[in-house]
């Protein structure tokens, strides 16, 4: 197959958000840490009657419906998610249903599970296969669903929900340059979730921005290492038109910018070229002289695709690629030809550097068209504020609910589109039940 990539994409977030402004208020942080401190203005969630499969149901069915593809044209359904809700079963399981009833049970690929990384490797899954020799002719369908929610503190406003569904085949409007990859896997916990009893993790915040930048800078050689023994010429930032990261809150990238720039800003970090570089990783002063420095480069190259990852916060596997969708959606009808390098990351740690290129497609598969039925700024528009009193006592019964059995749940769904899957009960049996709105 040729010109392998991603056909087709459609995101669904909760219509359901808080402001940061208000969170902020409410916590008694001071005025901006939220919005200017972590540079995020609104946190979507989860109400009772959502949450990564019904997330999940909704994004496969809307895509399917809206770009019009068969469910029987599906070979392989690969799931990235580090929202536990059974140990056992695949959250592709419970997407069965939807492929069931055209007949169609011959589907590969299960749930891949990495922190915020499960995501990339769904979808590597699904590009290599479709590059491979067991490649059947069929779609590949990746989904990244997750709900990230944090305990009352410091990390509570770094939450966020959604679920990315995107269509993967031969002659794409983004394809893959899968020779261009770097990776940086290590052992490190910076972020994991050992309490099975609770949805929340145990979060180092500071290591985990160390992690971060570190695995960033290694991926980062590691890929123009190849690009330079590919291409027979180094890799420059120029060769790309913009750059995705993967965005725990938002302020985290426009921090890590300094590897890419030119000779002229070389010279006004200079002051710190004598830190190790595990100095360099933490220390404040040359983050700050980073920030400066890489200003224009942010603004330009990284700033387009921080639309969604601001207004509905981390959403873990599904950040990056919501990032990316915010860039499809911004610089649609520029995008035919460009180059977009993506840095995805995921805590404990697994991180991987690779590389897109755009063409315009045909329909239903091209870029004006995804842009179209993601909907983006209708989506953002039409969701409701709840105030922060309700936000913690919507986190409190999820916290409840979370690993229990026997409950329904008040299927309110007013504030759902048409279209929307919802949780309905779970019975004394944890078998969960879903309807459609
Ligand atoms: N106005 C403007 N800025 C402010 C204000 C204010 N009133 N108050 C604070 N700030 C700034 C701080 O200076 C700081 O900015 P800086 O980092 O540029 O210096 C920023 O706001 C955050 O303030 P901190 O005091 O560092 O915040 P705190 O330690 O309370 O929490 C943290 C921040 C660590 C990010 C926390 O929210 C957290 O742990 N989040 C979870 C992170 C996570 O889950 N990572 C997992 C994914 S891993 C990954 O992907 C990297």
């Given amino acids: ?134 490649w059947d002719g069929r779609y590949g369908l990746v989904v990244c669903t997750d709900s990230a929610v944090y305990a009352e503190g410091p990390a509570r406003p770094t939450g966020g929900a959604a679920a990315i569904a995107m269509l993967i085949g031969p002659n794409a409007p983004i394809v893959f340059e899968s020779k261009f990859r770097g990776s940086h896997m290590a052992h490190a916990y910076d972020f994991y979730k050992p309490n099975l009893a609770s ?119 599904a950040s990056i690629y919501a990032a990316f969708a915010s860039l499809l959606h911004n610089k649609n009808s520029t995008l035919a030809g460009q180059r977009v390098i993506l840095f995805s990351y995921g805590s404990g740690l697994s991180a991987t550097m690779f590389s897109v290129r755009f063409n315009e497609g045909q329909h239903p598969f091209c870029l004006s068209n995804i842009e179209t039925v993601m909907n983006v700024s209708e989506k953002l528009k039409s969701r409701h504020e709840f105030p922060p009193e309700k936000f913690v006592e919507i986190m409190q019964v999820m916290e409840h609910r979370y690993g229990a059995k026997d409950f329904v749940t008040n299927k309110d769904t007013s504030l759902l589109a048409p279209g929307t899957y919802f949780l309905t009960h779970v019975d004394s049996m944890y078998r969960r039940f879903y309807s459609k709105k």
């Fill in 1 to 134: 197959a040729k010109n392998v990539g991603i056909l087709a994409i459609e995101i669904y977030f909760p219509p359901t958000c808080i402001q940061q402004e208000v969170l902020e208020a409410h916590d008694g942080a001071s005025k901006g840490k939220y919005t200017i401190g972590l540079g995020q203005d609104c946190m979507g969630f989860c109400t009772e009657v959502e949450d990564v499969i019904s997330m999940s149901l909704t994004a496969v069915s809307s895509l399917l419906e809206k770009y019009g593809v068969d469910p029987k044209q599906i070979g392989r359904l690969e799931v990235g998610s580090e929202t536990v809700l059974d140990k056992s079963k695949s959250i592709k399981t419970f997407l069965m249903p939807i492929f069931e009833k055209s007949g169609n049970t011959d589907i590969e690929g299960v749930d891949s599970t990495n922190a915020c990384y499960g995501g990339t490797a769904a979808l590597f899954n699904c590009v290599n296969w479709v590059e491979s020799s067991s």
């Fill in 199 to 317: 949805e929340y993790p145990v979060v180092d915040g500071k290591l985990s921005q160390t992690c971060y930048l570190m695995a960033l800078d290694s991926c980062y050689k590691t890929f123009c290492n190849k690009y330079e023994k590919l291409e027979g010429k180094q890799f420059s930032v120029a060769d790309a038109e913009y750059v995705v990261f993967h965005s725990p809150y938002n302020k985290v990238i426009s921090e890590q910018n300094a590897s890419y720039i030119d000779e002229a800003a070389k010279e006004k970090l200079a002051p710190f070229s004598s830190l190790t570089s595990n100095e360099s990783y933490q220390s404040r002063d040359l983050e700050k002289a980073s920030q400066q420095v890489a200003k224009p480069f942010y603004d330009a190259k990284v700033q387009p695709s921080t639309l969604i990852p601001k207004q509905v916060g981390n959403m873990y596997t």
